[in-house]
């Protein structure tokens, strides 16, 4: 697989592998299999693992951290700090946010245990926190870069002010936000900063947390544990609405020999150089699908076709 660079120096897969799903926000999996598929992801090129402290709450650090510790040295693993946590269930955004220096020393130290690692490669403020000014948080990680327990920082969902100062006290690696072909906020003032200060991209759901594969329709249902269950582009009118933007893919796919996830994927990677983006996939085709991406050239004259089409449609639902 192709390699990228996010900021300066961090040299990951062109796609990377969001790990939420292997056991936070849907059905139950089977954690031996997941350990299988996460060892034929590395096995197929992928270096980039992506998980957090909130997913479960622990359980997916800790599944990645099993399944990735034989190969320690050779993949970079990015986990995240930010919410409050309560004495029993742990860290949850319905409990609010907490990125106060302190809070963010204590859960480094529980994250290098739990991943099986000395140095968390690109640790994340999962979501901004309005009460702790955002340099303090990023002299906490600066801190702990200083100390060897980080190697990278970063942002997620991070507007463009909030880089800028986070940046000049400790520069950032990577900014995660949601980024794809039918949400594409950040492309007003987000990545101008990010080209400008040479930080790389992460964009989380960027198949739309699967609608963009085209295999969702109006039937689908959803386990109670999945969070599409409760989101409002899964509605059945929303998902039937919206079938436009599918059918969009499916066109350029066809003339491609690709998948309408593969097209989705090919589009974000065309759009920089340093855009990794980090579907989330627990069955081994779907993983062969996205990396499939990678193969794909969309032309300018593709890219073209595509903005012209989706500025036409109107996408309904909100994405949260």
């Not at 939420?20 to 996460?38: A, N, Q, V, Y």
């Not at 699908?289 to 032309?299: F, K």
């Amino acid at each position: 697989m192709q390699k990228r660079t996010l900021g300066n120096s961090l040299v990951v897969s062109a796609l990377g592998l969001g790990c939420m799903r292997m056991s936070f926000g849907d059905k139950p999996t089977d954690r031996r299999e997941m350990i299988s598929f996460l060892h034929a992801a590395v096995d197929r090129g992928i270096t980039f693992f992506d998980t957090a402290e909130v997913y479960g709450p622990f359980t997916n650090e800790e599944l990645v951290g099993e399944a990735l510790e034989p190969f320690r040295g050779k993949v970079v693993i990015a986990t995240k700090f930010g919410f409050k946590h309560d004495p029993v269930k742990g860290p949850n955004p319905m409990f609010g946010l907490d990125s106060r220096p302190e809070q963010i020393m204590r859960v480094a130290e529980a994250s290098l245990k739990r991943l099986r690692v000395e140095s968390i490669d690109l640790f994340y403020q999962h979501r901004v926190d309005p009460n702790v000014p955002i340099e303090d948080v990023a002299g906490a990680v600066r801190d702990l870069i200083q100390a060897g327990k980080v190697m990278h920082f970063g942002l997620s969902e991070a507007g463009a002010d909030i880089i800028r100062r986070a940046h000049a006290v400790q520069p950032v690696t990577a900014l995660q936000s949601e980024y794809s072909i039918w949400w594409r906020s950040v492309e007003e003032a987000v990545l101008p900063t990010l080209e400008e200060l040479g930080i790389g991209l992460v964009p989380y759901s960027p198949l739309g947390r699967g609608y963009l594969t085209g295999k969702i329709d109006e039937n689908t249902t959803y386990d109670s544990t999945d969070i599409r269950s409760r989101n409002p582009r899964f509605t059945p009118e929303a998902i039937n609405a919206n079938r436009v933007v599918v059918d969009l893919l499916e066109r350029i796919g066809a003339r491609k020999g690709a998948t309408p996830a593969q097209i989705a994927l090919a589009w974000l990677l065309a759009q920089k150089p340093w855009i990794v983006p980090i579907p989330g996939s627990r069955q081994p085709e779907r993983l062969d699908e996205n990396i499939g991406a990678g193969n794909v050239e969309l032309t300018p004259d593709d890219l073209g076709e595509i903005d012209n089409a989706m500025s036409q449609i109107k996408v309904i639902g909100d994405r949260y």
